[in-house]
Nanobody
Framework: QVQLVESGGGLVQPGGSLRLSCAAS????????MAWYRQTPGKQRELVAG???????NYADSVKGRFTISRDNAKNTMYLQMNSLKPEDTAVYHC???????????????WGQGTQITVSS
């Protein structure tokens, strides 16, 4: 009923930049908080950044000053601009969103399939 699709991942050299997108589609009435998480093998999933429907954002300490989260509510899309990338940023990045669906206005949390970011020279 709702799909989240990430794009923009890939291989980048240390110090480089990438921009991730997360597009939501389906039976959407309202999108509340959206966020980016990342996960590496053997580690717990880590919150990278989150953003409310009003645009308030928060960041993990490890990415503050380097990553910027934003969203376009008209397009149901969230972005993550990643600058000054480091090898330790290598992970699978997932987007998530708390969405009020058109099906009885139920709220659910949805996840994208993930996109790989590899920072390496």
């Amino acid at each position: 009923q709702v799909q989240l699709v990430e794009s923009g991942g890939g291989l980048v050299q240390p110090g480089g930049s990438l921009r991730l997108s997360c597009a939501a589609s389906g039976r959407i009435f309202r999108i509340n908080t959206m966020a980016w998480y990342r996960q590496t093998p053997g580690k717990q999933r880590e919150l990278v950044a989150g953003i409310t429907s009003g645009g308030s954002s928060n960041y993990a300490d490890s990415v503050k000053g380097r990553f910027t989260i934003s969203r376009d509510n008209a397009k149901n899309t969230m972005y993550l601009q990643m600058n000054s990338l480091k090898p330790e940023d290598t992970a699978v990045y997932h987007c998530t969103a708390n969405i009020e669906t058109t099906v009885y206005r139920l709220q659910e949390t949805f996840w994208g399939q993930g996109t790989q970011i590899t920072v390496s020279s």
